[in-house]
């Protein structure tokens, strides 16, 4: 027997922390390609994805879905970890170009 069973039903499904992952990943891609397609709009995109990235996981603590907030979380620390790689390898001269 698992005893864990009844704990897991409240906290959420390991999909709602797949969810959440997904639903960050997702705003990052998102930022992809509208900087290829429409570069003019990356500043407003980027403005729009910062705050959206604080506030989703706000929401969906607050709405008791602690594990979609926790995947929000960690798919916020995944986008800030590419943003600055992808920074500093253009700023240290576009890797050597």
Known sequence: MNQNQ??????????DL???IGI???IYLLGLLVLLVFSPMF????CIAAIAMIVI????????R????QG???GLGINILLF?????????????L
């Open 6 to 15: 009844g704990n897991n039903s409240k906290d959420g499904s390991l999909k």
């Open 18 to 20: 797949w969810i959440g």
């Open 24 to 26: 960050t990943i997702g």
């Open 43 to 46: 500043f407003a995109y980027l």
């Open 57 to 64: 996981p706000i929401i969906c603590f607050t709405k008791g």
């Open 66 to 69: 602690k594990r979609m907030g």
């Open 72 to 74: 929000a979380l960690i």
């Open 84 to 96: 600055t790689a992808c920074f500093g390898i253009l700023i240290s001269g576009l890797g050597g």
